[in-house]
């Protein structure tokens, strides 16, 4: 499986982006998907998680509560990470990632199977 994440850039507070991750292999609607991020100097930490099939089920950070939302088009086997309102620590390289475990299970790394490479996140103040 390979995991491909775009969409990272530079924005103004309380703007918004929106990053995708693109995902090879015919496992995709069987994994839960997830997007972590690590800040500079910072351990990568968890940002948000979708569970497998439908996506019926979603996990967020405390930080990110109400301002971002992840989503799955399981017909392009693709993830997306929609963030509003965001904030200059909310810079981060942004990472997706997959799991065989459950959404809520993604929370801790040693459940993740395979990570995408990054992307960057820049907001400005």
């Known amino acids: 499986v390979q995991l491909q994440a775009s969409g990272g850039g530079l924005v103004q507070a309380g703007g918004s982006l929106r990053l995708s991750c693109a995902a090879s292999?015919?496992?995709?609607?069987?994994?839960?998907m997830g997007w972590f991020r690590q800040a500079p100097g910072k351990e990568r930490e968890f940002v948000v998680a979708?569970?497998?099939?439908?996506?019926?089920?979603?996990v967020y950070a405390d930080s990110v509560k109400g301002r971002f939302t992840i989503s799955r088009d399981n017909a392009k086997n693709t993830v997306y990470l929609q963030m509003n309102s965001l904030k200059p620590e909310d810079t981060a390289v942004y990472y997706c990632?997959?799991?065989?475990?459950?959404?809520?299970?993604?929370?801790?790394?040693?459940?993740?199977?395979?990570w995408g490479k990054g992307t960057l996140v820049t907001v400005s103040s």
């Open positions: 990632a997959s799991s065989r475990a459950s959404a809520q299970a993604m929370g801790a790394m040693r459940n993740i199977d395979y």
């Open positions: 979708i569970s497998r099939g439908s996506g019926t089920s979603t």
């Open positions: 292999g015919r496992a995709f609607s069987t994994s839960a």
